[in-house]
């Protein structure tokens, strides 16, 4: 299927997403609107963030309403009010082209009289959060009973936020033969503990393992102390004089206090967190929508409806963690065929947190060094002498001035003059950077006390790396690897870390906890006829390493694994 005209959907609603620029089906619009205009199954969707996951459920819903009737046909959920009207505006604008369409939107922290009168009129559609879903459900102002589309959207968001009950109170009097459809951009084991709870049979369809708008993205990380994370922050933002980020922080007390040094420091930012009257938060967005704020730092929670999609950064304040919330965060980025950039500011602790979430993304989080004084004022410098070169002039209305202007600056050079227009703006960087020490660290430095720290501290985070006699020339593979060690474990969730495979041997990591399993589970193992021995090795690699480590194998195949190495 190439074009929406391919599917068969109503062509006044083709007109209509035509008209938003929608030229062809998103990946996940592909699969879902054949499937959904076809089966009645249940079905869980999966794409990531910024894949058209909207108008995936949408458009196929719209294009089976019955517009004869008023009564509410499809119900759709979704965890905060901002998601809500978004989605709701979005539907709307699908169907500006149909007559007798009506769409309800209810959602807490507003009159629910208003609401009500809409709903009143008849809406085949509503788009609600759980909450007040349930409360219009209970006063008897929506009536479910007669639903034929249920659609959970962002349906891990809400869990996250606590709706189970609601839910659970929701979908009792919906009809049994209700399709239901659950749109996320992640599968964490709780949607599927939804999906065995509230579908049947569902079917799974998931578009892209990995973020089809993280193709565009670039990830990129500054190791720095605790300590100087601010610093580090102000330095890149101010290596980026144009910068358009969502600066996210875990609570809301970071990301208040984080704005509130930002604002001191003359930047132009504010924050976003659950601590504001809901005016406060429409205000902030606004401007962030409009771009008359330039860096927004937020908790994911209070992000969560913010529909910007043009972000030049999303900065990590703090590394989030959950892999999926940061690939969450960095959905927000690389959209429309523009690149991005996703930022973390960690320190050496949080360094296998990195690992984790380069497994997850399937992606290489590359260290960038954070940029020196002198780099940053360089960088001022020619975005304001581009700026000078740019800026329009409007000479009809410098006119009356000039002569006076020219006379007053007379008594300069032209270079005198160059340099007394750049030092109006330029001074601040030039004095703030004098003399600014490097914020760098040194990452081996902070693997080797990493290292010596996991000696005592043997948590979660850490990895013992295992010597195996298998390589490449067994045609053994990393994935190769993975399954055998599951076989052999008949344990899925063991973590495992890093695997480095050569030619007749290779290493691989595995959560500390689960050393003797490992042994164990390699006693006795068989692969391709030969006997598979796998100890645990002395080398350490990578941060997550700890312990001591008791044999060497440096004595029992000297020569190659030092040339190797
Ligand atoms: P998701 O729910 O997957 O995060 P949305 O449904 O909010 O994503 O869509 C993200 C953006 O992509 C929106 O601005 C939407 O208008 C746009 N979009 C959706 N489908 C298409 C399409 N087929 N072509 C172009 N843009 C699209
Ligand atoms: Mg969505």
Request: charged fraction near 30%; charge should be positive; aromatic fraction near 8%.
């Amino acid at each position: 299927m190439q074009t929406f005209e391919e599917t068969g959907i109503n062509p006044q609603i083709i007109k209509a997403v035509s008209e938003l620029g929608f030229e062809k089906p998103t990946p996940i619009q592909e699969l879902t609107i054949p499937y959904l205009l076809e089966k009645k199954k249940d079905l869980v969707a999966l794409a990531q963030t910024g894949t058209g996951k909207t108008a995936a459920f949408g458009l196929p819903i719209l294009n089976q309403i019955d517009l004869n009737s008023k009564t509410t046909q499809a119900l759709i959920l979704s965890p905060t009010r901002e998601l809500c009207i978004q989605i709701s505006n979005d539907i709307k604008s699908y169907s500006k082209y149909l007559n007798n369409i009506r769409i309800g939107t209810v959602y807490g922290g507003a009159s629910a009289d208003k609401q009500i009168a809409e709903l009143n009129k008849g809406c085949q559609i509503v788009v609600g959060t759980p909450g007040r879903v349930l409360d219009l459900k209970k006063r008897k102002k929506l009536k479910v009973n007669n639903i034929r589309y249920m659609v959970l959207d962002e349906a891990d968001e809400m869990l996250d936020m606590g709706f189970k009950d609601d839910l659970d109170a929701i979908l009792e009097t919906t009809p049994e033969d209700k399709q239901t459809l659950l749109f996320s951009a992640t599968m964490p084991p709780e949607i599927s503990k939804i999906a065995k709870k509230y579908m049947h049979d569902a079917d799974e369809i998931s578009a892209g393992e990995k973020n089809v708008g993280a193709e565009n993205v670039n990830h990129h990380y500054y190791l720095t102390k605790a300590k100087d994370r601010f610093k580090a922050l102000k330095r890149i933002l101010d290596s980026h004089p144009n910068i358009y980020s969502i600066v996210f922080c875990r609570t809301r007390r970071d990301t208040k206090e984080v704005a509130d040094k930002l604002i001191e420091n003359g930047y132009n930012a504010e924050a976003l967190h659950g601590d504001l009257s809901q005016a406060q938060r429409d205000y902030v967005m606004n401007r962030f929508r409009v771009k008359h704020l330039q860096i927004l730092v937020a908790t994911d929670v209070a992000a969560r409806g913010l529909d910007v999609n043009d972000l030049t950064h999303v900065i990590n304040y703090n590394i989030p963690e959950e892999p999926k919330i940061y690939i969450h965060r960095s959905g927000r980025t690389g959209r429309a065929g523009k690149t991005g950039i996703s930022v973390s500011l960690i320190h050496s602790r949080e360094l296998f947190r990195l690992r984790d979430i380069e497994k997850k993304l399937g992606k290489k989080i590359t260290r960038k060094s954070i940029p020196s004084g002198k780099e940053i004022c360089e960088r001022q410098l020619f975005n304001l002498i581009d700026k000078v070169e740019k800026i329009e002039i409007d000479n009809a209305q410098i006119e009356p001035f000039t002569d006076v202007i020219y006379k007053k600056l007379s008594w300069l050079s032209r270079e005198e003059l160059i340099n007394h227009f750049v030092s109006i703006e330029f001074n601040r960087f030039l004095s703030y950077y004098k003399d600014a020490p490097d914020l760098n660290i040194d990452e081996n430095a902070s693997e080797r006390n990493e290292s010596k720290r996991s000696n005592k501290r043997r948590d979660k985070g850490d990895f013992s790396r295992f010597f195996i006699n298998l390589g490449s020339k067994k045609k053994v593979s990393p994935a190769k690897l993975i399954g055998l060690i599951n076989d052999q474990t008949q344990m899925r969730d063991i973590n495992i870390g890093r695997i480095d495979i050569l030619d007749s041997f290779s290493f691989f990591e595995v959560e500390s906890k689960y050393e003797e399993e490992i042994l164990n589970a390699f006693s006795d193992c068989k692969y391709k006829g030969i006997n598979v021995s796998v100890e645990l090795s002395k080398e350490k690699k990578s941060s997550q390493n700890g312990g001591t480590r008791k044999r060497n194998y440096s004595k029992r195949k000297p020569d190659k694994r030092k040339r190797k190495r």
